[in-house]
């Protein structure tokens, strides 16, 4: 299984972006939030399900990784976190193999969620929040044969 090799494929095709710093890029890393630039992504480990399509030394992994995009909240404005969570789309589409990435055969976007927000410590939901995101969640089917390993030796 390719885990951490599809959330860094993700990583890097988001980090390819002019619109953000690769260092606002981050596997998990929420940190970011205060001490970077907006936009800012965060890559999540997520859910998986895998099957056998075929032959016995067959398996498919259907990967779910969450994609959380974040901008600053200045108000009733969401046109930054909008456009954020436009290019991050755009480019997710753009690279439906995650740039050639070892057995993926196919990655793309299959949602987003309602806006979310981020209150600073200590405020209250009465006023502004810190941060607006939006989390997109990223499908990725990975076909491995295990031909040659294990029982199939």
Partial sequence: MSDSAIQGAIQGAIQALSTFDEADV???????????????AVILPGSFRGGRPGD???VQFVWR????????FTGDDYSALVTARENVVAQLQAYPTLGGLA??????????GEPIFLYQRGQTQDSL???VGSRLVVETVEEVLYDGSGEFA
């Fill in 65 to 72: 990784h969450p994609v959380e995009v974040w901008e600053r």
């Fill in 26 to 40: 981050t596997l998990g890393d929420f940190r970011v939030l205060g001490s970077g630039s907006p936009p800012y």
């Fill in 103 to 112: 057995g993926v055969s196919l990655s793309t976007v299959v949602e987003a």
């Fill in 56 to 58: 016995w030394s067959q």
């Fill in 129 to 131: 929040p810190a941060f």
